[in-house]
């Protein structure tokens, strides 16, 4: 029974394109984490697949809105040190000097209030125009 | 999979549909960049041309390319959010 529970409940959460395919987690755990996280967390794992293979890219079919937002994002260099700059802050709200915090700053919140931490999952990711009606459009995890 | 590429991508200021049907293509483009690769052995790669035979047109290819796919991370990525793959 559990099986079929999870179907329904996934189809009606896949038409709010909410939460992230189970491929998104999967790939999210293979190419941010192999478990461990390194010292250069989340971003690292980018320069460890390599451009010429396409087997390498294979699971990029596999994401989701979301996922594929969050790949475009994370290769921002300006995102990457922003994001870095709030690492160890207050939940990412509180970026020093942008007036007004990372999320807003890439017109994105962050309802579950936490960025990706080594051994932690899930802040999610959502488009701000979308964020004041509470919809959520995707997420991220790492 | 993925359908064949021009030599100039979109300027446009929203979401194409050559842009969806490349967007692989773009985070390949990206970490390449990120990698430091020489643009004749990307463009080789991943652009389809030969950078010896036709140096202007592959040159041309990569960089309007990579253009876009900087556009991406900076808005692209939104209009995936808002209007979907």
Excluded at chain 1, 88 to 98: I, N, R, T, V, W
Excluded at chain 2, 70 to 78: F, I
């Amino acid at each position: 029974m559990r099986g079929a529970h999870s179907l329904l409940r996934r189809r009606r959460l896949d038409r709010r394109n909410f939460p992230p395919s189970f491929a998104f987690y999967r790939f999210a755990r293979a190419g941010f984490g192999r478990r461990r996280i390194s010292k250069g967390g989340v971003w690292s794992a980018m320069s460890r697949r390599d451009w010429r293979k396409d087997a390498d890219y294979d699971q990029v079919d596999e994401l989701d809105t979301s996922g594929y937002a969050w790949e475009f994002l994370r290769r921002n260099r300006l995102y990457r040190s922003d994001y870095q700059a709030v690492q160890g802050g207050e939940d990412g709200q509180d970026l020093p000097g942008s007036g007004g915090g990372l999320a807003p700053r890439w017109g994105l919140r962050f309802p579950g209030g936490r960025y990706p931490r080594r051994g932690r999952s899930a802040g999610l990711l959502v488009s701000r125009d979308r964020a004041g009606g509470g919809r959520s459009v995707g997420a991220c995890a790492a | 999979m993925t359908s064949r590429i021009a030599d100039e991508a979109p300027i446009a200021l929203a979401l194409t549909d050559y842009d969806r049907a490349h967007l692989k293509l773009y985070l390949r483009l990206l970490d390449a960049d990120e990698e430091g690769a020489a643009w004749d052995e990307v463009a080789k790669v991943l652009l389809e041309i030969d950078p010896v035979a036709e140096p202007d047109r592959a040159r041309r290819r990569h960089e309007s390319h990579l253009a876009r796919a900087r556009w991406m991370t900076e808005q692209g990525y939104l209009d995936i959010l808002k209007d979907g793959l």
